[in-house]
């Protein structure tokens, strides 16, 4: 499956973006779906994952109670909703693809088989 992020752009903090992320080739049934950031000379974060087993999400702690994820399995669109975005914030956004995981490596980059572009999100002060 091939991944197409986009949605990202600058915002002020205290603002919104939506990030969105098509996927092309497959469908996204049967994919867990996951949401990864890098800012500039830092590691790969995860933020957010949507399984496809139980459609049950997590979220980093960073993003807890302000980012949500979901999906669209009928247009295979995956989404993530940033709300109350802070300075820290700024950074690469990738989403990602799998149809294998376990649930204690939903954090780990590694374990996702697909890749989207990235897009650009900054979050000035």
């Known amino acids: 499956v091939q991944l197409q992020a986009c949605g990202g752009g600058l915002v002020q903090a205290g603002g919104f973006l939506r990030l969105s992320c098509a996927g092309s080739?497959?469908?996204?049934?049967?994919?867990?779906l996951g949401w990864f950031r890098q800012a500039t000379g830092k590691e790969c974060e995860f933020v957010a994952v949507?399984?496809?087993?139980?459609?049950?999400?997590f979220y980093a702690d960073s993003v807890k109670g302000r980012f949500t994820i979901s999906r669209d399995n009928a247009k295979s669109t995956l989404y993530l909703q940033m709300n109350s975005l802070q300075p820290e914030a700024t950074a690469v956004y990738y989403c990602?693809?799998?149809?294998?995981?376990?649930?204690?490596?939903?954090?780990?980059?590694?374990?996702?088989?697909?890749w989207g572009q990235g897009t650009q999100v900054t979050v000035s002060s």
């Open positions: 949507l399984k496809w087993t139980n459609s049950n999400a």
């Open positions: 990602t693809a799998t149809r294998s995981i376990i649930h204690s490596n939903l954090g780990v980059p590694t374990a996702y088989d697909y």
């Open positions: 080739g497959r469908t996204f049934s049967g994919y867990t």
